[in-house]
């Protein structure tokens, strides 16, 4: 046979990779965030013949391939052997669902996407993250004739996404530069010779001339522009390849596109539209509320105190995600978590990728897990029972912060968003930007999102309604956030605010000097310490005038004058100075509203928030304990196949199986999570483990 394979691209790099990350700073809690971690030297992976050309001639059709999947996954259980497409093209979206995915109903606009999808449409979608963006290309791709070519930037998480859908029957692979040479060849026959329903690539992948005419000797059922948010250049992911596949409309003018992003800002849309040239695409915006979450943003004070005290109250036993700025925080984070007693691990770019990859599996294969990780940790895993995630710095956006919130409760169960912060974020940001490498405009952007940010931490409306109402979809109060559950009072700090402002122009003015918020609040509070002495700041006209307030109280103060653009923080030290909007409140024509922060914020839990134990709250006594067995089970084979337990089935497919009780075989096609596939495969052990218990 005269295969050769297709000559490998510039090696593909994690997503975040496109920027070195800044060193790691001193060991302050104040230290750079990264946000980038570096990606691994490839290894293995050098180019395989420089002298490859591409041609028609080097692929014979008729050529029998033995097994297709076989080597590439790492579940070899969970295959089958060769067989024709079990997945006739004339089947529509709905029985798909059912039949493979064993759902009962779409949700939301799917069944419109996939409907448009296989009329040959192209797509927009922007759909929160774990609303269901997968099924949307996966189910096109399964009915139209031909492969679902997915191009994702997550290089890591194909192996799970591809052990998924073989779970399922369904025959997918990737293409990446994690593969020896042998196992990329067998994908590209499989490919060629149409055995397969989903084939996942890198964009680096893509964008090589190779590729697309590798896969254009193929027949190629659609494109999915997963992560479609990286092609914007201004945005918090961007991936420079993402740019090329504007060029897929020009080769395959018509293959169907759709592209999808849980970012949805009205300007990412408009750019994800233009720069892939999907000017007639359809586009389906959905509902952006995630209503299972419970947003909850309190004042920083001993922020890891806070965080154990939240974890152990209401989530003890849960997984969750804690995210910090910097990799510092991250270590010791986790490292007082576990001195504590918890099952806690680091996840930053600092870790040697062999570490990352076990912290991951670790994550989503065993139960109540929490890994504290910078931004570097998350994005795409679908992992459904995450009950919750918790920023102990604040986010530079509201757009990652709602993305990272997003991946607790995919599983549409009670979770919770927490969020800490304090007048140290303020600062440690607005310097972090005027520090930063880009040019003006980029610095007023970033500016732009941190206001944003403040201005949600600040609110005394519901948080979701400013949440939603930043991606431009308006709503009504929540009931399911911190300022719903206890509504904050909000009080006159105009006196106050003078105060502050008077004793900064007095320095300035009197002194020649600038200092941060402690010595000013020293100073106001009337504080004797050696600083106040050396600098004789007793003598200041503001001394003692604010003693009316606590420290805390004051801080509380400053920060949201920060927030409000009422002072400005400047330099390495965070010295504060008046701005244009600070004369006014000087000269008394401006009031200043301040939200009164809560001693300590303590949310009645509503029954929306009931922890989920291990056999989640209205299962009867008898069906918690079945639960319970099913789980063992799960847990056993899971194992047993080197897979998450959550691709053996999820925890809605337990409690249902647990509350349902089916006794055969054809009981088990009402139960949601159990398509064709899954009931060969586990339906007879699921009958035993249910009739065992009776
Ligand atoms: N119609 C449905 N019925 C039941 N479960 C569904 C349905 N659609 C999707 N799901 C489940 O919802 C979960 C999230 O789906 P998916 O991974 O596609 O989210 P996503 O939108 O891609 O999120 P992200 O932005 O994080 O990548 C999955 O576990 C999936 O099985
Ligand atoms: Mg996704
Ligand atoms: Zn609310």
Request: proline share 6%; with cysteine.
């Amino acid at each position: 046979m005269s295969w050769t394979p297709v000559p490998e691209p510039e090696p593909e790099r994690e997503w975040w990779n496109d920027a070195p990350p800044p060193e790691d700073a001193p060991p302050s809690e104040d230290a750079p965030p990264e946000d980038r971690p570096p990606g691994d030297a490839p290894t293995g992976d050098a180019p395989l013949e420089a002298d490859y050309v591409p041609s028609e001639s080097n692929y014979v059709p008729s050529e029998p391939f033995a097994s297709n999947t076989g080597d590439l996954s790492s579940n070899p259980a969970l295959l089958t052997s060769t067989r024709p497409s079990q997945f006739p093209s004339d089947t529509d979206g709905r029985e798909t669902l059912h039949r493979v995915f064993g759902f009962e109903e779409f949700r939301g606009d799917q069944g419109a996407i996939v409907e448009h999808v296989i009329a040959g449409g192209d797509a927009v979608v922007l759909m929160p993250t774990g609303g269901g963006k997968s099924l949307c290309y996966q189910i096109p791709s399964l009915v139209r004739p031909g492969t679902g070519i997915v191009v994702s930037p997550l290089i890591a998480l194909m192996q799970d996404q591809v052990d998924a859908l073989t779970a399922v029957g369904v025959r997918a692979a990737f293409l990446n530069s994690t593969q020896d040479a042998a196992t990329r060849s067998a994908v590209e026959r499989d490919y060629l010779a149409g055995n397969l329903d989903l084939l996942y690539v890198a964009p680096e992948r893509l964008s090589s001339e190779a590729t697309k005419s590798f896969l254009s000797r193929g027949r190629i059922a659609l494109f999915a522009i997963d992560e479609a948010h990286c092609v914007s250049q201004w945005g918090h992911d961007f991936r420079p390849d993402y740019l090329t596949l504007s060029e897929l409309a020009d080769r395959w003018p018509d293959v169907p596109r759709i592209a999808l992003t849980a970012t949805a800002t009205e300007a990412t849309h408009i750019e994800i539209t233009e720069r892939l040239r999907l000017d007639r695409a359809r586009h389906f915006v959905s509902d952006f509320d995630r209503p299972n979450i419970q947003y909850r943003i309190v004042p920083k004070a001993d922020v890891r105190g806070q965080l154990l005290r939240f974890i152990t109250g209401e989530h003890a036993g849960d997984a969750g995600i804690v995210y910090a700025l910097s990799r510092n925080t991250v270590e010791r984070t986790a490292e007082y978590l576990t001195a504590n007693g918890l099952n806690a691990l680091p996840y930053h770019a600092g870790l040697d990728a062999g570490t990352r990859a076990r912290t991951q599996s670790r994550f989503l294969r065993e139960d109540g897990v929490i890994v504290v990780a910078t931004i570097a940790f998350g994005m795409g895993i679908d992992k459904p029972d995450v009950r919750f995630v918790a920023h102990i710095d604040l986010p530079k956006s509201v757009e990652g912060y709602y993305q990272e919130t997003g991946r607790a409760g995919r599983d549409g169960m009670p979770s919770t968003a927490w969020l800490a912060y304090g007048l140290g974020d303020v600062v440690q940001q607005r310097r972090m930007i005027d520090e930063s490498p880009g040019d003006l405009a980029h610095r007023r952007r970033q500016s732009a999102h941190l206001d944003a940010m403040l201005a949600l931490c600040e609110t005394v409306h519901c948080r979701r309604i400013d949440l939603l109402g930043y991606f431009g979809q308006s709503s009504g109060p929540c009931g399911n956030c911190d300022t719903c559950l206890v509504p904050p009072e909000s009080w006159d700090g105009t006196v106050p605010a003078q105060k502050f402002l008077s004793t900064i122009v007095r320095l300035q003015r009197e002194r020649g000097q600038k200092f941060g918020a402690g010595q000013l609040i020293d100073i106001l509070r009337g504080k004797q310490t050696p600083r106040t002495e050396q600098h004789r700041h007793d003598t200041i006209a503001t001394w003692g005038i604010g003693a009316d307030l606590s420290e805390s109280q004051w801080r509380g103060v400053v920060r949201q004058m920060l927030a409000q653009g009422l002072l400005r923080s400047e330099g390495e030290y965070g010295t504060l100075a008046i701005t244009d909007a600070s004369g006014q409140v000087l000269g008394g024509e401006r009031t200043v509203t301040l939200r009164r922060d809560p001693e300590r914020v303590r949310v009645a839990k509503s029954s929306r928030t009931a922890p989920t134990g291990t056999a989640g709250e209205e299962l009867s006594a008898a069906a918690g304990e079945l639960f319970d067995r099913l789980r063992a089970w799960r847990s056993e084979t899971a194992r047993a196949a080197g897979v998450p337990a959550y691709i053996v089935f999820g925890d809605a497919t337990l409690r249902q199986l647990a509350t349902a009780r089916p006794s055969a075989m054809t009981d088990l096609d009402g139960i949601t999570g159990i398509g064709a596939k899954k009931k060969e495969s586990y339906g007879q052990a699921i009958l035993e483990v249910l009739s065992s218990a009776t």
